[in-house]
């Protein structure tokens, strides 16, 4: 049953609950009294109640130790503290636990209504909080990363160990493996869920005017900027900020980007004044940061600030099993945007898919998902709705063999086989068993070729 209006009175005064109750009748509150403190949460565990109107000095139970059970329950009630015995340390300790309000008996009729009121309204904000909470766990979750095997398992567990902090995340993993998926996983499962969470792509927007997105302006401070305005970090404050292809920024900003994660302050761009700011930040990229250090494209300080927690994204062809919940997913999400009833896979094109390398990880996997859920005249999926480009991978590109030195010729063909081996496993993502099948050669065959090569590693 709703909430909405119902009080429970705990209470082991008959009188004063018989006169709280027909007060709060007159009122067109909804109430229930009971005498001690187990009666109430056995109560509040079988309904719901907005308000409680709960005294400290109960016969079984004490009020705080009923205030502190409160707090296990999904929806607790607002808890208004009753009591003859009015002290401050009580009322310090009741507020600890979580208390709204704190009455000394005895009080006014106008002066309990007025606490009842306001209890209501703040009770009615939380609930409003609570669902939007659930509404964003929901849309940007754990659920909607799917994954089985063990590299992304031990993505969920990071993200569940990182969520509730503040501290910086860097994603690492190539372009299409979900990072943004990711980090909106991380806010929703954060302190930080109502509020903002701000994306932007770092690569796609010129240097000259990324300054001015991420920091904001004053008027006059270039050229057209008629009136000033509001970074993004700046509407990302309270919440969270999400840095996509962090590599892609000039030294410049990078600079500026230091002081807002050492300090929690900028300016604008052109302004003079300090803006403090409480804005979470998670970064991403495709590129090796250290080489960028290395190489002098990116700064030491900033890349030690940024790697403290890293979380690495595994590319589609490191997890092949996670294919099929994928295509599942997308054709059940896919079909229902398209007004369609949910299309069955069959089995030979699930085949195709699972021995594609996948280049553009799981954004490519959604985008030939719907293009077979657009295109298919029935209710099954058939490899002839895929792209030419899964049904018929491009040859494999295998340097052509220098004969230009002295090498006898047994050399030159194992040079060669050996180039077309490390060709195929490239292609492969490392899938023994699948550059076997693509080399049309048994795989124990092609296991014993790499140890007559050498082969251990592969760089993808």
Known sequence: MSADRRVLIVDDEEILREVLYHLLDSESWKADAVETGGEALARMREKEYGVVLLDLMLPDIDGLDVLEELRKLDSPPVAIMLT?????????QATKLGAFDFLAKPFKNEELLLAVKNAFEHYELLEENRSLKSTLRERYGFGNIIGRGAAMRQVFDLIA???????????????????????RAIHAASGRASAPFVAINCGNIPTDLLESELFGHVRGAFTGATNSKKGLFEAADGGTIFLDEIGTLSLEIQARLLRVIQEREFRRLGGLENIKVDAR?????????????????????????????????????????????????????????????????????????????????????????????????????????????????????????DISEDMPLRDRVDNYEKEI??????????????AADLLAVNPTTLSEKLKRFGIREIKL
């Open 84 to 92: 003859a015995y009015a002290s401050l340390d009580k009322a310090v």
């Open 161 to 183: 160990q990182v969520a509730p902090s503040r501290s910086t995340v860097l994603l690492l993993g190539e372009s299409g493996t979900g990072k943004e998926l990711v980090a």
């Open 281 to 401: 930040i998670i970064a991403a990229t495709n590129t090796d940061l250290a080489l960028g250090v290395s190489q002098g494209t990116f700064r030491e300080d900033l890349y030690y600030r940024l790697n403290v927690i890293v979380i690495k994204l595994p590319a589609l062809r490191e997890r092949p099993e996670d294919i099929p919940p994928l295509a599942e997913h997308f054709i059940k999400k896919l079909s229902a945007e398209n007004q369609r009833e949910k299309l069955a896979l069959e089995h030979e094109a699930l085949k195709i898919l699972m021995d594609y390398s996948w280049p553009g990880n799981v954004r490519e996997l959604e985008n030939v998902m719907e293009r077979a859920v657009v295109l298919a005249p029935g209710d099954v999926i058939e490899s002839d709705l895929f792209p030419k480009n899964l049904l018929h991978p491009a040859p494999l590109e295998v340097a052509v063999p």
């Open 421 to 434: 081996i490390l060709a195929a496993l490239k292609r492969t993502g490392g899938n023994q068993k699948k």
